[in-house]
């Protein structure tokens, strides 16, 4: 079988395929029409098959082989572009490029001697055995070669073993995290989850990362072995089967290793607000300043932004000013002229519209704009799902395949967003599970109906997280049978999140019953 072939392409096809190739060969057109007819009935029964393979793996919970399966069906082929370059200049040029920060490094890191009675850093194997087993065995193999297959039938021979690779240290980088995570004191800010730091990860400075670590109360072992981890590291670029030089570096937290974001996460906890009227929300590298400005005074916001950027060249971060975006929020009758905000004398552009983690942001909070990109989208992918149609899969497929790829677009943080929705928005939401609906000829969940089922869900979690921010919003009655309505102005908030729970909470009598029984 060529891989260019389709899947349905079976034995019996190809011989069918060339008995119809005699036939035509032979000038006698009865027999050839008869081996056309035997083909077509062929490739319908091979076309079939193949299709009850793909359900059986979906049946048999093998998502794997059944997504490859639609996706040969659908004929979705991903882009995989080729580099510009093979050139082994070209990968120096690369290398030298990722490793431009370690000449802004002049710090020298050192360890902490251990004193007497200190406990180790120390892993069972019971551990270690956890962490191989979580292997992907279809991973690419490290610099050693070892596919990661080669671990599963023989955890037990690899740990009584001396063998050194690269999936050593991928395993003490698990089992360290969950190590380092049990230390941290509950003292974290909450809102570590904008501004757009240019390449975060590769400027922290390991020294800096180190003393914070010790401030935080993390154990001098778990903290020599972190910075054992993040400096001399060898770095080279492969591509294809050129490689070029090993440089050396130690700068950085290293891209795609399982402990980069929490350590960098750690690395910017103590960047705070520093006046109650503001608030930082960091999420991975980007970082959002929200600020309450009242009587026409922005003295605490600017001051705020003035301090996140001295913050930022203490800690050897670079503000990404390109990227960093102005939204203002002015629902007043008179709107006053708003001034700019700079950034290390570089003016940040201020806009109408964001898009802030995947959902648009817009100044005057409506969400047309919002509704119109996932509209646009979910039919993107309605194609694939008439495709898949077209080839005779089943209804619990078409289905299954709807949630996991469009609906699962449509109703992103749908908590957020669907409450204020125009009626026109609403009805652009609906239209596209009615289409979905009429093709996988089965019953679709309506947006509202998921919307109120969410806003219910998770309104109980955080009734229950006592941590949450939001949890100080629901007071109970002194009934306890009901929540304490929020005091609304405008439609706009109204219709939001928070009040919609409450609603929704004391419209459901089991979740209080099921609060007294606790």
Request: proline share 5%; aromatic share 8%; with cysteine.
């Amino acid at each position: 079988m060529y891989s260019n072939q389709k899947p349905w392409m079976n034995r019996d096809v190809r011989l069918l395929l060339k008995a119809r190739n005699i036939a035509f060969r032979s000038g006698d057109a009865q027999t050839y029409s008869t081996a056309r007819a035997n083909l077509k009935r062929g490739i319908k029964k091979a076309k079939h098959g193949y299709k009850l393979k793909v359900e059986g793996h979906f049946s048999n919970s093998n998502p794997r082989s059944m997504w490859q399966g639609i996706q040969v069906t659908s004929n979705y082929k991903p882009i995989n572009p080729s580099p510009p370059s093979t050139d082994i200049s070209f990968l120096n040029e690369l290398n030298n490029f990722y490793a431009r920060f370690e000449k802004d490094n002049h710090e020298q890191a050192s360890k902490v001697e251990l004193t007497a009675g200190h406990q180790l850093l120390t892993f069972s194997t019971t551990d270690v055995r956890a962490e191989l087993s979580r292997i992907n065995p279809r991973k690419a193999a490290g610099p050693d070669g070892i596919p990661g297959r080669a671990f599963h039938p023989s955890l037990s021979q690899w740990l009584s073993s001396s063998s050194t690779h690269s999936h050593h240290n991928k395993v003490l980088r698990a089992a360290g995290l969950g190590t380092t995570q049990i230390c941290l004191p509950p003292t974290l800010d909450p809102h570590q989850y904008a501004y757009h730091f240019s390449s975060a990860f590769n400027t922290v400075i390991p020294s800096k990362l180190i003393t914070k670590l010790r401030d935080l109360g993390i154990s001098t072992s778990i903290c020599n072995w972190l910075l054992d981890f993040l400096t001399n590291r060898p770095q080279h670029v492969r591509l294809d089967h050129h490689c070029s030089p090993t440089l050396t570096v130690n700068t950085g937290v290293p891209q795609g290793c399982v402990m980069s974001p929490f350590l960098y996460s750690l690395f910017t906890h103590d960047c705070r607000a520093l006046h109650g009227s503001n608030t930082i929300i960091k999420f991975a590298d980007d970082t959002t300043v929200i600020g309450l400005i009242k009587d026409n005074d922005e003295s605490a916001y600017r001051e705020e932004v003035d301090r996140l950027a001295t913050w930022c060249h203490n800690n050897n971060l670079l503000l990404n000013t390109n990227k960093t975006k102005e939204l203002v929020l002015d629902f007043r009758r008179k709107t006053g002229i708003h001034p700019p905000i700079h950034i290390n004398g570089a003016a940040v552009e201020r806009v109408s519209s964001f898009k802030f983690l995947g959902i648009h942001l817009s100044q005057d909070l409506t969400w047309t704009t919002n509704c119109s990109s996932l509209v646009k989208k979910a039919h993107q992918r309605l194609f694939f799902l008439r495709t898949l149609k077209k080839h005779h899969l089943s209804s619990d497929i078409l289905v299954n395949f709807f949630r996991c790829t469009i609906e699962s677009i449509l109703t992103s943080c749908i908590t957020v967003w669907y409450g204020n929705c125009s009626a026109s928005d609403q009805k652009a939401l609906q239209k596209v599970v009615k289409t979905a609906q009429r093709i996988a000829a089965a019953s679709l969940p309506a947006i509202e109906d998921i919307y109120r089922r969410r806003c219910h869900r998770r309104a109980k979690k955080v009734t229950k997280d006592s941590c949450h921010p939001a949890h100080g919003l629901f007071t109970l009655m002194p009934s306890g049978r009901r929540y304490r309505s929020l005091r609304t102005k405008t439609s706009r908030f109204r219709n939001s999140f928070f009040p919609t729970a409450v609603s929704l909470l004391n419209s459901d009598p089991s979740h209080f019953t099921s609060l007294q029984a606790q």
